[in-house]
């Protein structure tokens, strides 16, 4: 079945640092991949989203390629705050909507000031 | 307006216990899914129901259900409780099925 995987934390890096949490993925046809975060305490939210091959995904300052030849979907982000310290998971559907959010087990970003 | 409210927000049981769990999603929204979180396995879907149907079914035994009303608030219910039921049991709701999931803050289920 579908599946991502994720690197595995925790991360820990100095505010302003460069971040890359990479995520590839197993699945049959074009899913739509996600990136969410979960704050401490909260459920997720979406960060951003791509539908289709080459799609970049953006949001708040983190990015994602869509890499359909090398099956990855690598958040990065230029310059990490103590604000972004949170849980972040890869995830992919069938966009068709029959098959339901596949997640990954997740990576722990913490950022000291 | 108001976000997915799941209630209870923390409980604690025993083993052999059942626990109901309930799931008001975002006004409009017709599908509610249903995922547990555990450190151990991460994120698992556990259900998806659209206007008071299970659409999909994730790979957890009979004692693990769930339903939808016709307001398109949601239950699940655990019975004879284990303590690898211990989790974080997150509800999320979307227009329709293909929709963007809203998650709420979950329910912190602890078996003793």
């Known amino acids: 079945g579908d599946s991502v995987t994720q690197m595995e934390g925790p991360v820990t890096l100095s505010e302003e640092a460069f971040l890359t949490i990479n995520c590839t993925y197993t699945a049959t046809g074009y899913p739509s991949l996600f990136w969410y975060v979960q704050y401490p305490g909260e459920g997720l939210q979406l960060l951003l989203k791509a539908t289709k091959a080459d799609d970049k995904g953006s949001n708040k300052g983190f990015e994602a390629t869509y890499r359909k030849e090398t099956t990855s979907f690598h958040l990065e982000k230029g310059s990490v705050q103590v604000s972004d310290s949170a849980v972040y998971f890869c995830?992919?559907?069938?966009?068709?909507?029959?098959?339901?959010?596949?997640f990954g087990k997740g990576t722990r970003l913490s950022v000291i000031a | 307006k108001a976000g997915v409210t799941q209630t209870p927000r923390y409980l604690i049981k025993t083993r052999g216990q059942q626990v109901t769990l309930s799931c008001s999603p975002i006004?409009?929204?017709?599908?509610v899914s249903w995922y547990q979180q555990t450190p151990g396995q991460g994120l698992q879907f556990l259900f998806e129901y659209f206007s008071e149907t299970q659409r999909n079914k994730g790979n957890f035994p009979g004692r693990f259900s769930g339903r939808q009303f016709s307001n398109s608030r949601s239950e699940m219910n655990v019975s004879t409780l284990e303590l690898g039921d211990s989790a974080l049991y997150l509800c999320?709701?979307?227009?329709?099925?293909?929709?963007?999931?809203?998650f709420g803050e979950g329910s912190r289920l602890t078996v003793l």
């Open positions: 006004s409009g929204h017709r599908s």
């Open positions: 999320a709701s979307s227009l329709e099925p293909v929709g963007e999931l809203f």
């Open positions: 995830a992919l559907t069938d966009p068709r909507g029959n098959t339901p959010l596949v």
